[in-house]
């Protein structure tokens, strides 16, 4: 009984002294500059919804075919993790997409996260 009141004190201190900071931000930056390679999302800025459906499908297939890749799966860049995030985003963006609405969030993850996984493979 003494060692699990110890242990729970323990664990609140713990918790109490690192909550000030970013806990999963092991950087200690944001998560915005996860994005720097893109800029502007040039998904977000085309006009025709058609264009703008064959380009997500286009970078969502691309994804899906590195994610499912063995070179990629296992090499130590993270490449997969880049591609795993891309097929997701853009699933979801051209999800949206099917029902005649743009969510610019995931068209914006979708190409940043698809020209990450294509910086970490060159």
Same mark, same amino acid.
């Given at each position: 009984? !003494?060692?699990s %009141? !110890?242990?729970? =004190? %323990?664990?609140?201190?713990?918790f109490?002294?690192? %909550? /000030?900071?970013? +806990?999963? @931000?092991?950087?200690?930056? /944001?998560?915005?500059?996860?994005?720097?390679? =893109?800029?502007? /999302?040039?998904? #977000?800025?085309?006009?025709? &919804? #058609? @264009?703008?459906? &064959?380009? #997500? =499908?286009?970078?969502?297939?691309? /994804?899906?075919?590195? +994610?499912?890749?063995?070179?990629?799966?296992?090499?130590?860049?993270?490449?997969? #993790?880049? +591609?795993?995030?891309?097929?997701?985003?853009?699933?979801?963006?051209?999800?949206?997409?099917?029902?005649?609405?743009? @969510?610019?969030?995931?068209?914006?993850?979708?190409?940043?996260?698809?020209? !990450?996984? =294509?910086?970490?493979?060159?």
């Open positions: 009984m !003494r060692i %009141s !110890r242990l729970l =004190v %323990s664990t609140a201190t713990l109490l002294a690192g %909550s /000030s900071g970013y +806990a999963a @931000d092991i950087i200690g930056g /944001s998560t915005a500059d996860y994005c720097r390679t =893109v800029g502007t /999302s040039n998904l #977000v800025l085309t006009e025709n &919804t #058609v @264009d703008l459906t &064959t380009q #997500v =499908v286009k970078l969502m297939d691309e /994804s899906s075919a590195v +994610a499912s890749s063995p070179e990629w799966i296992n090499s130590s860049r993270p490449v997969f #993790v880049w +591609a795993s995030e891309a097929k997701v985003a853009c699933g979801k963006a051209y999800g949206y997409l099917k029902t005649n609405y743009r @969510d610019e969030d995931y068209l914006n993850k979708c190409e940043c996260f698809h020209d !990450r996984m =294509v910086e970490y493979m060159n």
